[in-house]
C-alpha cells in the first residue's frame, strides 16, 4: 500500500514540477490591436462606377487588347443555379444590366492577354440582387482562376467564358 501511495506521490510531483517550469520558461505573448472589420470597407465599393462608365480608353496598351480596339461588345458567361444545377449559358452586351433571377448583371468592361502571353480573359462586372437592392460583387472576374474574385451567393455561381 506504501509503495502506491509513494507512485501516486511522485507522479502528482512530477506533474507539479511540469506546471511550474513550463509558467517558469514561458514567453509573454504580445496581443496586437484588434481591427474592428465593420469600419473596414472593400476596396471594390470605392471605385466610383460613373468614371469607369465614361472613361476614355487611353490605359490600353499594345500588349493587351481592350473592348474598344476590338469592338467587343459582349460577354459570355455561365450562371450555376445550386439549388436545380442546371447551369446556363448567358450572352450579355457590354454596359447593359442582364436581369437573371434575382440578380441584375452589369459587364462594364472585358480583358483578353495578347496572344504572345498566356491566355487570359477577364470582365469587370458589377453584380446586384435585385429583392435586397444591394450591391453583391463589383471587380475583375478572371476566367483561369474563378475562385479568386467568386461571387457569395447561396443560390448562383457565376463564371466568365469569353468576350466576342
Known sequence: MRNGLQKINFLIFL??????????????????????????????????????????????????????????????????????????????????NFEYGELRIYPIDCYLSSPEKQPETAIYLNVYHNTKDEKIFSGWMLKTLPSISAIEHPIYDIWVNDCY
Do not use: G, W
Not at 68 to 92: F, G, Q, R
Open 15 to 96: 506533474s507539479f514540477l511540469f506546471t511550474c517550469v513550463e509558467t517558469i520558461l514561458a514567453e509573454d505573448v504580445q496581443l496586437s490591436p484588434l481591427i474592428n472589420l465593420d469600419q473596414i470597407e472593400p476596396s471594390y465599393d470605392s471605385i466610383d462606377e460613373s468614371l469607369i462608365e465614361n472613361r476614355i480608353d487611353d490605359e490600353s496598351s499594345d500588349t493587351s487588347i481592350s473592348a474598344d480596339e476590338n469592338k467587343i461588345s459582349y460577354v459570355s458567361l455561365s450562371v450555376l443555379n445550386k439549388i436545380t444545377a442546371n447551369v446556363d449559358n448567358l450572352d450579355i452586351k457590354l454596359k447593359e
